[in-house]
Structure formats: C-alpha cells, structure tokens
C-alpha cells in the first residue's frame, strides 16, 4: 500500500487536533481556532527550524537524533549555522522543539513547560513574526494556550500531551519544497470550520479561490510573470489573506512586499499563518490589526501610502455610526471624496462600508497602479449617490480598466450578486466590460447554494479580459464617453447590441402565421368578454347588509 500523501498527513494531523480540542470540550469554542492555528503553526516553525538545520549540514540529517547531533558540535560551529540561516527562519533554542518537549511530557506541569516555552519562542522571533495594532501595541506569536483549557493542571497537562501526541505523528520537513497550491488548499482545510464572518460586520475570511484566481491572473498576466519586482501590494481588509496570497504568488514572492491592515483579531492571526506558509514571512511586520477606516496605519510622513497592486473584497454592510462623526472631517475631505454613507433610519447594520473602502482604495492607488476590488453588482449600475459620483470620478480620470460580473452565490454565505472592478492609474481609453453570470455549476454547501466555476470557465473570463476582446453576449470594449452617455453604467449587459432575427417566408407562410394571431386573439377577445360580463352580473348581486 502507498504511504498517506504529504496532503492526507497534514488533513489527518488537522482533524486529530480538532478531535483532542472537541475532547476537552473545546469543540466550536471561541478558543478553538487559536489553539488549532497556533499549535499547528508551532509544529511548522519546529519542522522549518529543523528543515533549514539540515540543509545547511548535511550531517544533522545522517543522524539519529539531529538534535543531540547539532548540540555535540563545537561552539563555533554552532554559531556558524545559526548565522547561516535564511531570515524567515525562526529562533528556536533545541529545548523548545518538539522532539525535545515530547520526551518531558511525563512532568508534572507539562502544560505550564509547553505554555512557558512558546512565550519565549514569540518572545525572541518578536522582530520578526509579531504583528502590531494600529496602536502600535505588538500582538505575540503565542498565548498561553493550556489556559483555554478549564479544570485541574493534570487536566491541562493531559490536553498538551495529547496535542503533542500528534504533532509528533508527521513531518513537514519534506513539505517546504512544495508549491502554492499545496499550501493553499492545505490552508482552506485547516481554517474550514472557522471560514465564518463575524456576526456579518466583516469580509469572508476566506474568499473563494475563483474570485482570487481571476483577479491575480488579471492585475497580473501570464506574459508579465517574472518581470515584475520590487512592488508593494496592500489589501486595507485582507482578512485571512487570500487575495493577497494568489497575487504574491502571480508576482513572485522574493518580488513583492505585503501591506494589509483588518480590524479582526482572528483574521489577523490566519494572515499570519498563511504569510508563513507562503514564504512571505519578510512582510509580518507589515501587518497590522486595526480599523483601516477610522485609523489608517500604511503611510508616508501624514499622507496615505500609496501601492502598486491593490486587491481587496472588503465587507459591504456594517454599522458604523458609533465613529461615522468622526471621518466626516476636514480631514478626510480628498480620502471620501464622493461623501460618507448615511445611518438608515432602521438598519444601521446596512450602512454601506464598502462605498469608503472603494474611496480608501482609490487614494491609496499609485499612479500606474492596479486595483481589483469585490463589490455588490448594484454599485455599478446605481443611478445617483455615493455609487454614481465614484463612478464618475473613475471615468473622468480614466482609471477603470474593466468589470466582471461574477455569477450569483459566488460566495456561498451570501446572496448578493458581486462583481469584480478593476482600476489602472495607466493610460487606456478603452474599457473592457464581461458579464459572466451564466457561468458555473450550482452545488450545495451544507445549508447554502454555491456557484463553482470550472478551470476553463476562469480561463475564458481571464483570457477575454487580457485580450480585451468583444464577444456576443459575453464582452464589450467601451470607451469613456459611451460610458458618460450610459449614466457612468459598467454593466456589460446595457452595452450588448440588441439582435433582431430576420425570416425568408413565403407569402402563403406569412397569411398563415397572421391568420393563426387573429384566431387567437379573437379567442381571447371572446373570452374577455364572457368574463366582462360575469364580473358585472356579479357587481348587479352585491347587496349592502
């Protein structure tokens, strides 16, 4: 039989982890995704230590036990190696490694050890692996994560045995070499059951790989890989990273710098993660927890900083009339430019935040820079407000480069139809409108309906939008003033060339199809007179009791 697969090793060691949470009576606890994602990020920082070690001396990899291996050697020696580590790599003393902790496991005060040593792991790769508020407060790489756990200390101390009775159980030292599609469906797998957004107010954590695909494979086409470098890329509510992953990755990782900023605790936390799975490590101190709106972090000196590739699919609805006063100043006057949502009268969670990151994205845009942004299809047909004055701006400053309208439950947690804009500050005077809404499969997602689009159906949007091709009832290419004279419209429907089917028939055919329309409305003339008279007969009955 063939040995488990690196994916079907890292599924089994997910699952087992849930299952000793779900034991302790930690299963859908708040908690639980900390201890899922810091526990499982401990083992890949341990596996990476280990993987960098061996690699740089092959000899530690020929030995039994690499770590008595590695402590025998001469103290220069040592030193040599430590120096020679890639940056990304983690500090990691031989006390605190796995192997080294699971043979202690029968102390008493396991918990307290385990607890103890990842506050000094997080402690030490502090420059390297915290991310920081938008307070500039430091937020660790670890908790005390045995704390979750209520009960005795033998009781925590058996949770942390059994934790690491499946850490040991699988290596990833062989998984570095592996690529981003590997860690980014290893990724989906492990943040499932917490890929819900928070009482509604916040982005999807996770947004659906399609989405993402299309959008990198747009901002960057094929014919441009490896030719761009040294470029920023930003997302002001990145939740667990996703877009930002595909685009690094379109990009190349060593070519770009990450910026992101996300008001949520949790989604910060699986950015992290996943900026270690990707090699992106050299960008976790350009990460930051905090509201972008109220308190936007990335600058130059006062003013916004400005990016090269911006991608983003922010939340749409959320109440924020406890701090709406405060942006509607002076202040902010060129960043919202196109004005700041109003508080319904009934539903102040229906205030339309998207409308300020749209404004937050277009300040924070470079010139010759590219933008790809999740909006509800509504916004690029509205007939007047905030939605139309946008528009309007993007079209008098030549900044849209196209819209795709994605198909309906596109995202399985939520109903409204979205679509993608994207923006180049580059000069073009042509802009490319794709309405793909009749595209992919309805499947079923536990209580909820979602549309899947195929590889090859991503491929036609991507390629029909990099050619900027016209195709019939699919694609247009419109100029500015087409779109000026459309009420500013990007729906590529309003574009489309109503097509009217001509018929050679004979005058003998003609007579016919005339005589079979007469018949029938004779019919139903007849018949509505018969009803006619029914009705009145029924009006003449009524008596007033």
């Given amino acids: 039989m063939n040995p488990p697969s690196y994916q079907q090793q890292t599924h089994e060691l997910i699952d087992g982890l849930k299952a000793v949470c779900a034991s302790n009576g930690l299963g859908n606890d708040g908690n639980e995704y900390k201890i899922i994602v810091q526990t499982f990020l401990y083992k890949l920082l341990c596996d990476k230590f280990a993987h960098e070690m061996k690699r740089l001396d092959p000899k530690l990899a020929q030995a039994g036990d690499w770590i008595a291996a590695w402590q025998k050697l001469p103290k220069a020696s040592k030193q040599d190696l430590e120096h020679g580590l890639p940056a990304e790599t983690p500090q990691l003393a031989a006390d605190q490694l796995i192997e080294s902790l699971f043979n202690r496991q029968a102390e008493p005060g396991f918990a307290k050890l385990w607890d103890d040593t990842l506050l000094a792991i997080a402690t030490a790769n502090s420059d390297i692996f915290a991310i920081k508020t938008d307070d500039g407060e430091r937020v660790p790489l670890f908790d005390r994560l045995s704390d979750y756990v209520t009960g005795s200390a033998d009781k925590k101390d058996a949770f942390v045995r059994a934790l690491f009775n499946k850490l040991v159980g699988v290596s990833f030292e062989k998984m570095f070499e592996q690529k981003y599609d590997f860690w980014a469906a290893l990724f989906e797998y492990l943040i499932k059951d917490y890929n819900k957004d928070n009482g509604g107010k916040y982005a999807e954590y996770y947004t659906p790989h399609a989405v993402a695909t299309i959008m990198a494979d747009i901002l960057v086409p094929k014919d441009q890989r490896g030719t761009v470098k040294n470029v920023t890329c930003y997302d002001p509510a990145s939740g667990s990273g996703t877009l ?20 949520s605790q949790k989604s910060s936390s699986l950015l992290r993660l996943n900026l270690v799975l990707n090699k992106l490590v050299h960008s976790i101190p350009n990460i930051t927890q905090g509201n972008t709106i109220l308190h936007p972090v990335h600058k130059d000196g006062r003013a916004l900083k400005t990016f090269d590739y911006i991608v983003s699919n922010p939340p749409f609805k959320m109440d924020f009339s406890d701090f709406r006063e405060q942006l509607d100043s002076d202040a902010n006057t060129t960043r919202f430019f196109a004005g700041i949502p109003k508080v319904p009268n009934k539903a102040k969670d229906k205030m339309a935040i998207y409308l300020l990151f749209i404004q ?4 924070s845009l470079k010139p010759g820079g590219k933008a790809a942004v999740v909006v509800p299809t509504g916004f690029i047909t509205a007939a007047s407000g905030i939605e139309l004055r946008i528009r309007q701006k993007l079209v008098d400053e030549k ?12 995202f399985a947690t939520t109903g409204t139809n979205v679509s993608i804009l994207f923006l180049d500050r580059s000069a073009h005077d042509h802009v490319v409108l794709i309405d793909a809404s009749a595209l992919g499969q309805k499947v079923k997602e536990g209580k909820n309906q ?9 491929q036609r949007i991507v390629d029909t939008f990099n050619a900027r091709e016209a195709v019939d009832d699919f694609s247009v290419v419109v100029d500015y003033d087409a779109i000026a004279a459309k009420n500013w419209s990007l729906s590529a429907g309003q574009y489309f060339e109503v097509k009217i089917a001509y018929e050679d028939i004979t005058p003998a055919q003609f007579a016919e199809k005339v005589g079979g329309f007469q018949t029938r409305l004779a019919a139903m003339f007849a018949e509505s007179r018969v009803l006619e008279d029914e009705i009145a007969a029924s009006l003449k ?3 007033h009791e």
């Avoid at 690094?248 to 990782?253: D, L, Q």
């Avoid at 937050?360 to 300040?363: E, G, T």
């Avoid at 900044?399 to 596109?410: D, H, L, Q, T, Y």
């Fill in 541 to 543: 009955g009524l008596r």
């Fill in 360 to 363: 937050h994205i277009i300040a």
């Fill in 244 to 263: 930002l992953m595909a685009l690094a990755h379109a990009i190349g990782e060593s070519r770009c710098s990450i910026f992101s900023q996300d008001i």
């Fill in 399 to 410: 900044m849209i480069a196209g819209v795709v309208s994605m198909p309906s439950n596109i």
């Fill in 450 to 458: 979602k549309t899947l689009l195929s590889g090859a159906e991503e």
